[in-house]
């Protein structure tokens, strides 16, 4: 029985100082294990640290691109200002500047309407009445026409006026 204990007992030493995984004990397997998974999370953090490194310097040269073109910017309307002095005398406000522009589109839209500026200037205070008096354009025809048929038995234009024609 000695016989089949002790060689019982030293077999099963044998096999588990062997290990059963590449021939490895377990611990070596964990050990091995760990190690590849630091050697894993070590390349991801690299990678990871380029993409910042690289996201940061994108950063600051987008930051720098801006800066120079602020200066550019200041730059150029100092030389407009600067062109703009001399011819006038005196600095163009940005206030004149938008009047002028709003003047100008004004000038424009009149013209498409087929209408010279100097008609529009002579024809502003009958454009004023019938805006005071909240009158269409639509109703302004019907009165045009109203108005000939009236011209035409002489109520208008005459010292006849509205009186019944004896």
């Known amino acids: 029985m000695s016989d089949a204990g002790g060689t019982s007992v030293a077999f099963e030493r044998k096999g588990y100082g062997r290990g059963l995984i590449l021939g490895l004990t377990m611990a070596e397997t964990m050990l091995l294990l760990v190690f590849c ?21 994108a950063a600051q ?31 163009l406000p940005d206030e004149e500047w938008r009047e002028l522009v709003l ?20 024809n502003a205070p009958v454009a004023k009445v ?3 008096n909240d009158i269409s354009v639509d109703q302004a025809k019907a009165m045009v026409d109203a108005a000939k048929v009236l011209k035409e038995f002489g109520y208008i234009g005459t010292d006849k006026g509205l009186q019944d024609p004896d």
């Open 37 to 57: 998974l630091l050697l894993a999370a070590g390349a991801i953090i690299g990678k990871k640290q380029k993409e910042t490194d690289e996201a940061v310097r």
């Open 130 to 132: 019938l805006a005071d």
């Open 61 to 91: 040269s987008s930051k720098e691109n801006a800066q120079k073109l602020d200066a550019e910017n200041k730059r150029l309307l100092a030389q407009i200002k600067a062109v703009f002095q001399p011819a006038s005398g005196r600095a």
């Open 103 to 122: 003047a100008k589109d004004a000038v424009k839209s009149v013209r498409e309407a087929g209408i010279s500026l100097e008609e529009a200037v002579r």
